[in-house]
C-alpha cells in the first residue's frame, strides 16, 4: 500500500539559507499536516491543509510557510534558518471518509550548521 | 485546550515482564486517542486507536489500551514484553470535531527499555 513519501530524508543546510520540504499524501487524502520534533522531544504540531486550504495553525514561526497543490502534495518552506531549527519534519496524511487516523512519512531530517 | 501527560520519561523493564505506560489526557470535548511507536531514527507508526465503542483496544502485537473516561486515562499495557519492543511510546489526542482527524497533541513520550 502507499504511504506517505517526504523528501529529502536528510537535509543539511547552513545559517540563514532557505529549505524546502516536500510531502506527497497517501492518494484520496485530503488531509496533510506538518510537525517538528526536535532532539528528545514529543512532535510539535505546525501547521495542516484540508483540500488545499490551511484548515489549522500551530507554533509555526513567522519564517516558515506552507501551502498545498492541486495534486495534494505540500511543501513547508522554510526560510533564515537557525540552529534552533534542527529537527526532524513529519508529513501526516488523513482522510475525512475515514477519521481517526493520521499516516506519518519517514520525515525529513533537517540540520542546521 | 486538550493536552496529555505521560508520567513516565523511561520505563526499563525485564524481557517476558509485563508492563503498563500510562497516559492521561485532558479534554473538554470527546476525543480520539492514540498510541504511536516510534523507533530509533524511524517515523512515527500508528500502534492503536480508541475513537468510540469498545473501551478496551488492542493492537495486533499484543499491546492494550483501555480508555477510561472518568480517570481521563489511556495507559498502555502488554503482558509480556520482547527485546524488539524497545522503542518511543507517544501517546496522543485529537478532538474529532466534525468527524475529522484533526491535529494530534502528544504527550511528551515514553521510552521502554527492554532488558535480557
Known amino acids: 500500500a502507499a504511504g506517505v513519501i517526504q523528501s529529502p530524508r536528510h537535509l543539511i543546510k547552513e545559517k540563514r539559507e532557505t529549505a524546502t520540504l516536500k510531502c506527497y499524501p497517501i492518494?484520496?487524502?485530503?488531509?496533510v499536516y506538518w510537525y517538528q520534533q526536535g532532539p528528545g522531544q514529543d512532535p510539535q504540531f505546525l501547521i495542516s491543509?484540508?483540500?488545499?486550504?490551511?484548515?489549522d495553525k500551530g507554533s509555526i514561526p513567522d519564517r516558515f510557510s506552507a501551502q498545498q497543490f492541486s495534486d495534494y502534495h505540500s511543501e513547508l518552506n522554510m526560510s533564515s534558518l537557525e540552529l534552533g531549527d534542527s529537527a526532524l519534519y513529519f508529513c501526516?496524511?488523513?482522510?475525512?471518509?475515514?477519521?481517526?487516523?493520521?499516516?506519518f512519512g519517514q520525515g525529513t531530517r533537517l540540520t542546521v550548521v | 485546550a486538550q493536552s496529555v501527560t505521560q508520567l513516565d520519561s523511561q520505563v526499563p523493564v525485564f524481557e517476558e515482564a509485563p508492563v503498563e505506560l500510562r497516559c492521561n489526557y485532558s479534554s473538554s470535548v470527546s476525543v480520539y486517542l492514540f498510541w504511536y511507536v516510534q523507533y530509533p531514527n524511524q517515523g512515527l507508526q500508528l500502534l492503536l486507536k480508541y475513537l468510540s465503542g469498545s473501551t478496551l483496544v488492542e493492537s495486533i502485537n499484543g499491546f492494550e489500551a483501555e480508555f477510561n473516561k472518568s480517570q481521563t486515562s489511556f495507559h498502555l499495557r502488554k503482558p509480556s514484553v520482547h527485546i524488539s519492543d524497545t522503542a518511543e511510546y507517544f501517546c496522543?489526542?485529537?478532538?474529532?470535531?466534525?468527524?475529522?482527524?484533526?491535529?494530534?497533541?502528544f504527550g511528551t513520550g515514553t521510552l521502554l527499555a527492554v532488558q535480557p
Open positions: 496522543a489526542v485529537s478532538d474529532g470535531y466534525g468527524g475529522a482527524t484533526n491535529k494530534l497533541i
Open positions: 491543509f484540508y483540500e488545499k486550504m490551511q484548515s
Open positions: 501526516a496524511s488523513s482522510s475525512r471518509m475515514d477519521p481517526g487516523e493520521a499516516f
Open positions: 492518494p484520496r487524502h485530503d488531509t
